[in-house]
């Protein structure tokens, strides 16, 4: 192989593998309003339109998110822009599990929690966000997205194991759940895997500016500008590793 030869395939970005595609139900975990639709929403759009179900679970309602903003008037406010930022998307059950947003701890106190909802909900595909202390680079992540993506990892095993957290069966009456097969991690800079995004791009950015109230205090820009820009550039940016298609990527973990 010549030197040429080499330079050249070191310049062909690895492609990314198709999402599994052989699951009905879906179950998505993240700290606070806006998380999932920062980018996983143009597939949530696909696979709703695919008559798959998905289901949202937030940690919190957000309320430490808005600095103009008391978090009593704040949390009932996003919560109302996440419902209807789902509904964009198809997805009809939207659940708060009431930690406090920005100090939400990484423990068995959350991973009870989310095992509790993994049980309710019965998934085969768990989504969650980026739970390294950085988004790939010098731009740190929050304690809130690490504490609950990690949680999150933790418990689709928690939710299998009947002598973990015993009392979600005495108290709640629900049964253990081991039938989670991938946990797939979205806002990732190691992803392994992705789903077209091109029917779900529009929807995907009038679902996030359904977060209006908290776009409007984070950025001068005009919203929809502000959507549209974010949500096409990172799909497109994705594009020459998914077959020249717009993508949203996951770091997938096989179960």
């Known amino acids: 192989m010549t030197e040429s030869q080499t330079a050249a395939e070191a310049a062909v970005p690895a492609q ?17 309003p806006d998380d999932l ?19 949202y679970v937030l940690a919190s309602r957000g309320e430490a998110g808005i600095d103009t903003l008391d978090p009593a008037a704040c949390a009932p406010l996003r ?13 009809e059950t939207v659940e708060f599990l009431d930690h406090r947003d ?25 989504i969650t966000l980026n739970h390294r202390d950085t988004w790939g680079g010098v731009a740190w992540n929050t304690p809130d997205h690490v504490a609950v993506g990690r949680a ?23 049964e253990p759940w081991d039938g989670v097969r991938w946990v797939a991690v979205a806002g990732t800079s190691t992803p392994t895997h992705a789903v077209d995004a091109t029917a ?13 109230t908290y776009i409007e ?4 820009e005009e919203p929809e500008e502000y959507c549209r820009t974010f949500l096409m550039g990172s799909a497109r940016a ?15 973990f096989a179960r």
Not at 158 to 170: K, M, Q, S, T, V
């Open 16 to 32: 990314l593998a198709r999402m599994p595609e052989d699951w009905r139900r879906a179950l998505a975990v993240v700290a606070h």
């Open 37 to 55: 639709e920062y980018g996983c929403a143009a597939a949530i759009a696909g696979w709703t339109d695919a008559g798959r179900e998905v289901a």
């Open 79 to 91: 919560e109302r822009e996440q419902r209807a930022s789902a509904a964009v998307v198809g997805v």
């Open 102 to 126: 920005g100090v939400i701890e990484y423990g068995t106190a959350l991973r009870r929690d989310i095992a509790a909802a993994i049980r309710r909900h019965r998934p085969e595909l768990v």
């Open 152 to 174: 999150t990892l933790d418990a689709a095993a928690d939710a299998g194991n009947r002598w973990i957290f015993p009392e979600l069966i005495e108290e709640q009456g629900l």
């Open 200 to 212: 779900g791009l529009d929807r995907s950015v009038a679902s996030l500016l359904e977060h209006r």
């Open 217 to 220: 205090a984070l950025t001068d």
């Open 238 to 252: 994705l594009a020459p590793r998914f077959g020249g298609r717009p993508a949203v990527a996951f770091e997938v």
